[in-house]
């Protein structure tokens, strides 16, 4: 599976931005989508995620509320929609695809990961 992110900008505190991922190959498995993100100096975290069926989605605290993950398995696309934005949210963001064995909220339970897309958020 080849994962290819993309909509991250830069955006005052407040303001909100979409990012995409766009997932090719062997996109038919039952994959959870997540999102990570890594600031600077920082060490990846979990940031949501979304079952295959979109049946159970899981967000960390500091986003819930704010954040919102969708995905669109027609379209083999999984989106994060991120509105009421803060400085501690700028980070590179990476989506993410695995079949788990591992706690969702966990690095290591995704196989396939994109390149990342750079969210900055001035205050």
Request: include cysteine; proline fraction near 3%; charge should be positive.
């Amino acid at each position: 599976v080849q994962l290819q992110a993309s909509g991250g900008g830069l955006v005052q505190a407040g303001g909100s931005l979409r990012l995409s991922c766009a997932a090719s190959g062997r996109t038919s498995s039952p994959l959870t989508m997540a999102w990570f993100r890594e600031a600077p100096g920082k060490v990846r975290e979990f940031v949501a995620r979304i079952t295959r069926s979109s049946d159970s989605v899981d967000y960390r605290n500091s986003v819930r509320g704010r954040f919102t993950i969708s995905r669109d398995n027609a379209k083999n696309t999984v989106s994060l929609q991120m509105n009421s934005q803060k400085p501690e949210d700028t980070a590179v963001y990476y989506c993410a695809a695995g079949s788990l064995g591992r706690p969702y909220y966990a690095a290591g339970a995704y196989e396939f990961w994109g390149q990342g897309t750079k969210v900055t958020v001035s205050s």
